[in-house]
């Protein structure tokens, strides 16, 4: 087993009213800490999803782990086949190459805060989702930014007929 020691020397304080937040009503993203901050321990954002919203399709990370904290509301989270609702306080850590998605559950909001790691730089893929919701870009770009984000877009039957 090999262990990662992260390399930074100083503490990282994200005050929230200093955060770039991306998006609104439904899904805002409020970044928090990208992976160069924390000298590659961690990418941490906090995800607010209003009642039902979708927050991320089927998707897989090669080298990191994704965590998702249920700090308020209800969250529906697919993790491999299975789809799990989570509820305010739980935990769900979802290991590397394990397919997930999450979104708020049908009549429920859902506040959470999500940390990958070992962290990936992922500040610009959420950029670029922003830009995709603007109409800047085109969704089939997210395609071409899979490898350096580390973020493997699949289909999933169990995904597709939860969230009908």
């Known amino acids: 087993m090999s262990l990662f ?3 930074f020397d ?3 304080l994200v005050r929230d009213a200093e955060a770039e937040v991306l998006g609104g ?7 928090l800490a990208d992976s160069s901050a924390s000298g590659g321990a961690l990418s941490t954002v906090r995800v607010t999803l209003g009642e039902g919203a ?3 399709g089927p998707h897989l990370h ?3 782990a994704e965590m998702f904290y249920l700090l308020d509301g209800e969250a529906e989270v ?3 086949d299975d789809v799990v609702t989570a509820a305010r306080g739980d935990l769900i850590v979802v290991p590397p190459d394990r397919p997930h998605a999450f979104a708020a559950a049908p009549g429920s909001t859902a506040d ?7 962290g990936v730089e992922r500040f610009g893929y959420f950029r670029h989702l922003q830009r995709i919701r603007l109409g800047e870009a085109t969704a089939e770009s997210l395609r071409e930014v899979q490898e350096r984000y580390d973020n493997h877009f699949l289909s999933s039957a169990a ?6």
């Open 10 to 12: 100083e503490t990282v």
């Open 5 to 7: 020691v992260p390399r």
């Open 62 to 64: 090669r080298n990191s």
């Open 25 to 31: 009503d439904p899904v805002a993203i409020t970044l």
């Open 54 to 56: 979708d927050g991320a």
């Open 112 to 118: 959470l805060l999500v940390v990958i790691t070992p």
């Open 78 to 80: 697919l993790t491999g």
């Open 159 to 164: 995904w597709q007929a939860r969230r009908r």
